[in-house]
């Protein structure tokens, strides 16, 4: 068994697709705004770290004698010490000699790997770690006069740059954590807000009674929800006309259902009278009897019609289609209707293509198009008078269209009667044909199912070669149905 998906409210699948994109570019955001703080707190400190090299780059310069050897002037360290900034305590440096000796300042710096290949002026940077403690480093090879200039380092601790890239951060993210839920909150407000008019429209339609099937009032509802409305209404609609029609098919199966059992009972009476007298006239009985019979007879072709018709209007039937001979099937049924024809003397035959041919294949529903020949067949030989013919013909329109046809030689359908005698119960006025007009009815309603095209015109079978009178019983102008089929392919499985 498939277990059934829960039902999911509207307003809380919404909030899910917006609210988690939502958190997620501001996770997004909030990496790139870190490295962008990065950014920004790098550059004024390389800039502060560039200048103090520079300057102590100066000094060094200023100090060193005019062509001696680099490695014989003295720093004055109480210059040095001036460069630094009352805030900037931390700052730590060092001096190191042409040839890699140790002048002045901290010597746990380390020298740079490329510092050879740096020409004299220009400052580089480098990530290091001092005593433990990471450290940004400017380093630069003063410019001296007649000689080879010393190393100049500059170091800062790093922390001070993460400092203020989380100030930044802060300063960034924080205000966006109380608009973000601020932001959420409008937004729910305002989906709750849009989806009123549909709960509205739920309670309208909640206290509507059983029988009401009115269309629904459009102008109060959304744009974005009317075309749903529209199709309610259509649906509704259609609705109505099929309660209507099953309203009015019922009252009519009731009231032609009446006529059979009101026959019984009165026939079943007079038979009870015969008996219970005990003078009874054994063939009034008999007469009796028989019209009980041929009552029940009546009663139960019109239970079959009915159910045909229930079976006709079911939707399934859609479902189960294959591929049918139209040929065979037709002999098929013709077979159970040749005693009939043999009593009535009339003339029942077949003409068109033979049983297994591969053309006059259609993709239907069996035991439906079964259904349907029956009820035109039975329809045919009801209306032939004794002596009359009745042909079946199966064929096809250039391997397009499959045709089934079935004419009579009886009085025909006048032409002003053909469009009424496929509504239920409807039988043609002047007719001593019994039955219960539900036949054509159910013919086409099983058409219409297979999207058959379905045609009534004469027969006119007096006006062809080969046919006379037979028993007395002339050939009025008939009736032909004709259902037009879409054929299968002759290689479709």
Not at 88 to 105: C, F, K, M, N, T
Not at 283 to 308: K, Y
Not at 409 to 417: D, H, L, N, R, T
Request: include cysteine; proline fraction near 6%.
């Amino acid at each position: 068994m498939t277990k059934q998906k829960p039902q999911r409210s509207l307003l809380a699948t919404i909030l899910e697709w917006i609210v988690g994109p939502l958190l997620l570019l501001w996770l997004m955001n909030v990496g790139v705004t870190w490295l962008a703080a990065q950014g920004i707190a790098n550059a004024p400190h390389d800039r502060a770290l560039a200048d103090m090299a520079k300057a102590l780059a100066v000094q060094v310069a200023q100090q060193t004698p005019h062509g001696g050897p680099a490695g014989q002037f003295e720093l004055q360290t109480r210059s040095l010490e001036g460069l630094r900034a009352t805030d900037s305590a931390d700052l730590s440096y060092r001096i190191v000699g042409p040839q890699g000796e140790h002048l002045s300042g901290e010597r746990a710096l380390h020298s740079p790997i490329d510092a050879e290949r740096a020409r004299a002026g220009e400052v580089r940077f480098r990530d290091d770690v001092m005593r433990g403690v990471s450290v940004r480093v400017a380093y630069m090879w003063a410019d001296v006069p007649g000689g080879a200039g010393p190393l100049i380092e500059v170091a800062e601790p790093l922390s001070k740059r993460s400092l203020l890239a989380t100030e930044i951060l802060q300063g960034v993210v924080l205000p966006q954590l109380v608009f973000l839920p601020l932001g959420v909150l409008l937004l729910w407000l305002a989906l709750a807000r849009s989806i009123g008019p549909l709960n509205e429209l739920q309670q309208r339609i909640r206290r509507r009674d059983s029988n009401d099937l009115s269309p629904i009032e459009e102008h109060d509802v959304p744009e974005e929800v009317s075309s749903l409305v529209r199709a309610i209404n259509d649906l509704l609609t259609r609705l109505d006309q099929s309660v209507a029609t099953q309203k009015h098919f019922l009252a009519d199966a009731a009231h032609q259902l009446k006529t059979p059992l009101a026959g019984l009972r009165m026939q079943a009476e007079l038979a009870q009278r015969e008996i219970a007298g005990g003078q009874g006239d054994p063939q009034a009985v008999t007469r009796s009897l028989r019209n009980i019979v041929l009552s029940s007879q009546r009663a139960a072709h019109m239970v079959n019609q009915l159910l045909a018709m229930a079976r006709a209007d079911q939707q399934e039937n859609s479902l189960a289609l294959v591929p049918v001979d139209v040929a065979e099937l037709a002999v098929e049924v013709m077979q159970d209707f040749v005693p009939r024809a043999l009593e009535k003397h009339i003339d029942f035959g077949y003409e068109g293509a033979q049983p297994g041919d591969l053309t006059p294949r259609i993709r239907g529903h069996r035991l439906l198009l079964g259904e349907l020949l029956r009820n035109l067949i039975d329809n045919a030989l009801s209306c032939t008078p004794s002596g009359g013919t009745v042909t079946v013909r199966v064929g096809d329109e250039s391997g397009q269209n499959v045709l089934l046809q079935v004419e009579d030689s009886g009085p025909g359908i006048p032409v002003a009667e053909r469009e009424k005698v496929f509504r239920p119960f409807y039988r043609v006025l002047g007719t001593p044909v019994d039955g219960s007009g539900l036949g054509l009815a159910i013919v086409r309603e099983i058409a219409s199912q297979h999207q058959a095209e379905l045609l009534l015109d004469d027969a006119n079978l007096r006006h062809r070669d080969g046919l006379s009178d037979q028993g007395g019983a002339p050939f009025g102008p008939g009736v032909r149905f004709t259902l037009r089929f879409a054929a299968l392919p002759p290689n479709s499985p």
